[in-house]
C-alpha cells in the first residue's frame, strides 16, 4: 500500500504546479485521498480533500479559489492544481488516505489526520522570485 507524489518544484509567485498522488498496492477508488502541506517548524496542515467518485471535495480556505483537487482513478491518481501560487505556499506537500469506506461521502472530507493510514513521502513546493 503506497503514495507517491510528484510535481514539486521552484515556481514564481503567480505561477502554477500540479501535483500528483499516485496510489498503488490497493484499490484506490474507494476510499478519500487528501492533501497536506507542512512548513518546518510548523503543524501539518489540511489543504484538500476528494471523496470517491469525486462526490464530495474540501479545499482550505487558505487556498480555495487557487488550488483544485481532482482524481482520475483509471490511473488511480489524484491531482492538486496549484494556480497564483504565493511564497507562503511554500511547503512540503503530502498526499494521503484513512483507507475508511465512507457509506455517506459527507464524512470523507476533510480527512483527519488523526485517522490517516496511508502518507506518502512528501514532493516539496518552493515559491520563490
Known amino acids: 500500500v503506497q503514495l507517491v507524489e510528484s510535481g514539486g518544484g521552484l515556481v514564481q509567485p503567480g505561477g502554477s504546479l500540479r501535483l500528483s498522488c499516485v496510489a498503488s498496492?490497493?484499490?484506490?477508488?474507494?476510499?478519500?485521498i487528501g492533501w497536506f502541506r507542512q512548513v518546518p517548524g510548523r503543524e501539518r496542515e489540511g489543504v484538500s480533500c476528494?471523496?470517491?467518485?469525486?462526490?464530495?471535495?474540501y479545499t482550505a480556505e487558505s487556498v480555495k479559489g487557487r488550488f483544485t483537487i481532482s482524481r482520475d482513478d483509471a490511473k488511480n491518481t489524484v491531482y492538486l492544481q496549484m494556480n497564483s501560487l504565493e511564497p507562503e505556499d511554500t511547503a512540503v506537500y503530502y498526499c494521503?488516505?484513512?483507507?475508511?469506506?465512507?457509506?455517506?461521502?459527507?464524512?470523507?472530507?476533510?480527512?483527519?489526520?488523526?485517522?490517516?493510514?496511508?502518507w506518502g513521502q512528501g514532493t516539496l513546493v518552493t515559491v520563490a522570485s
Open positions: 494521503a488516505t484513512d483507507l475508511i469506506i465512507h457509506g455517506d461521502s459527507r464524512w470523507a472530507c476533510p480527512l483527519r489526520q488523526s485517522s490517516v493510514e496511508v
Open positions: 498496492g490497493f484499490t484506490s477508488d474507494y476510499y478519500a
Open positions: 476528494i471523496s470517491r467518485s469525486s462526490e464530495r471535495t
